[in-house]
């Protein structure tokens, strides 16, 4: 591959590599993709109470009493996933071994991504697009990169 393009948001995962052979137009070919789990559904869904007993752990006769729940639950999470995404941005990179590659992340994980990659990775990012492109065409996804 001459570089590797790579499309994320917290629930989807899609890297491409670039090739392109004199006289024609760069070609993109889907080398890694998959959908997290994690990032999909309610947190009511993933993180429930014991059979609607919540406000019965640990008071005195039944009475309403905290059980120590964590209320950052949605930001570790998140940070969770970001540490997974660029984990598997530099397999992907060592894998394919591509000399440049290029990343496209939504603004509000972005820089979060790009900060938990190693100097390396970071050294061979050719260009960074704060934009959600995982739903996009290829010929569409070629068009921020050009």
Not at 3 to 17: M, N, P, Q, S, T
Not at 22 to 28: A, F, G, K, V
Not at 47 to 59: C, I, Q, R
Not at 79 to 85: E, H, L, Q, T
Request: with cysteine.
């Amino acid at each position: 591959m001459d570089r590797i393009i790579i499309a994320v948001d917290l629930g989807h995962f899609k890297a491409y590599g670039v090739t392109q052979k004199p006289l024609e137009s760069p070609h993109l070919e889907l080398i890694e993709s998959y959908d997290s789990t994690e990032a999909h559904g309610k947190l009511s869904e993933k993180y429930s109470d014991a059979n609607g007993k919540f406000g019965l752990m640990g008071g005195k006769d039944g009475t309403a009493a905290g059980n120590g729940e964590t209320h950052n639950i949605e930001h570790e999470s998140e940070k969770k996933m970001i540490k997974c995404i660029a984990g598997d941005i530099e397999k992907i990179l060592l894998k394919e071994n591509g000399t440049e590659w290029y990343l496209a992340a939504p603004a509000g994980i972005n820089s979060r991504i790009v900060q938990k990659l190693s100097s390396g990775a970071k050294a061979r990012l050719a260009k960074n697009v704060s934009a959600n492109l995982t739903k996009k065409k290829k010929a569409e996804i070629l068009s921020f990169f050009e």
